[in-house]
């Protein structure tokens, strides 16, 4: 099957603190060949008056806030997702206000790769070899059988001592949306016995890389902010977007034109 864009949904989702970020995204796209053939859809959690819903999408969802960084980021993954199961178009990308595929080759690379793999999805790999929440892409028909995504983290990784370690000095320790989104993947499609918990750890991820999880092969661990061969960019670094998009030439767009001066 090839790239075709009357057969992508395409969903941005974020929240107050990412509005400028929605609009940038908003110029980027725009700047797409094939972009009023994509079905737009944004998932806004946050205050509905920082916000011009409705300028852009061919739908706008407002969800309830929640200024938690893993369960409002999961509920509004949840809430897209649900959409687009409802839906008829077969490919559905999902990524967040400040994620960007900075060009039309880059995005059509990066469908094009998911869909010749023949995955059930899309997604980088984190430094914690989990999937990488803010960008990922999905077989619609996938989504009937995993949705939606649990709040719960596999009781087996709360055991391993370097998990525990690693997670001690953040904010969320295990409850964070890419532990969440393990759980529901072991929880929904993999059904292992006999396994210790190392074994277990080892074994969920191989079998996902060789069934159900194409990687979309990001680089620049551990934020993983930059991915040239499909000019994929995800960094709170304002200078270092300015001149990416300086070095593509995609400065077209009402805010862009402001911001790359």
Request: glycine share 4%; net charge negative.
């Amino acid at each position: 099957m090839m790239f075709d864009p009357k057969n992508i949904i395409l969903i941005r989702i974020g929240s107050v603190n990412k509005v400028f970020e929605y609009y940038t995204g908003i110029d980027i796209i725009s700047n797409y060949s094939f972009n009023k053939d994509l079905q737009h859809v944004t998932v806004y959690n946050g205050d509905l008056t920082k916000i011009c819903s409705g300028v852009f999408e061919n739908a706008f969802i407002s969800m309830p806030i929640d200024k938690n960084p893993a369960t409002g980021a999961l509920s509004e993954i949840n809430e897209g997702l649900s959409y687009a199961n409802a839906g008829y178009r077969d490919t559905v990308v999902i990524h967040n206000f400040d994620v960007h595929f900075l060009t039309e080759q880059g995005f059509v690379k990066a469908v094009q790769n998911f869909i010749d793999s023949g995955k059930q999805f899309s997604a980088g790999i984190d430094c914690n070899e989990l999937v990488a929440p803010d960008c990922m892409m999905f077989r619609r028909k996938f989504l009937h059988r995993i949705l939606p995504f649990q709040f719960k983290v596999c009781d087996f990784r709360l055991r391993q001592q370097k998990l525990i370690d690693k997670y001690a000095p953040t904010s969320l320790g295990f409850e964070n949306t890419e532990e969440y989104i393990l759980y529901t993947l072991r929880d929904r499609i993999i059904n292992f016995t006999m396994l210790n918990d190392e074994e277990f750890n080892i074994e969920i991820n191989r079998h996902l890389l060789e069934y159900y999880w194409h990687d979309m092969q990001r680089k620049e661990l551990p934020r993983l902010e930059w991915t040239p061969e499909i000019s994929l960019l995800h960094t709170h670094n304002m200078e270092y977007k300015k001149q990416l998009l300086k070095q593509y030439n995609i400065t077209k767009g009402q805010i862009l034109e402001q911001f790359v001066k």
